[in-house]
Nanobody
Framework: QVQLVESGGGLVQAGGSLRLSCAASGIPFSNRPMGWYRQAPGKQRELVADITSNGITNYADSVKGRFTISRDGFKNTVFLQMNSLKPEDTAVYYC????????WGQGTQVTVSS
């Protein structure tokens, strides 16, 4: 059974940093495409950043230069380093894995106070 477990969310002041982690279990060791999405209250879920099997990264314009996605393929874990956080980054952040189908984590809350 595939499971994604996110961690690292919390409350931070504007300008601060957080590092999210997403550990995938139930799959063999592999660098599968993974990504981070977020959903703010009353808004649709949106892509934040993703990383391909070859390590190519892609970012939403709103986070370019502030967020960095990376992975540890040996541990099937993907990270999201978030710097210079803004109140508009407040959302539930979800991890996604592509492996034949899409798998989603349960989400972790990120709240940025002004």
């Amino acid at each position: 059974q595939v499971q994604l477990v996110e961690s690292g969310g919390g409350l931070v002041q504007a300008g601060g940093s957080l590092r999210l982690s997403c550990a995938a279990s139930g799959i063999p060791f592999s660098n599968r495409p993974m990504g981070w999405y977020r959903q703010a209250p009353g808004k649709q879920r949106e892509l934040v950043a993703d990383i391909t099997s070859n390590g190519i990264t892609n970012y939403a314009d709103s986070v370019k230069g502030r967020f960095t996605i990376s992975r540890d393929g040996f541990k099937n874990t993907v990270f999201l380093q978030m710097n210079s956080l803004k109140p508009e980054d407040t959302a539930v952040y979800y991890c996604k894995l592509d492996w034949g189908r899409q798998y989603w984590g349960q989400g972790t809350q990120v709240t940025v106070s002004s």
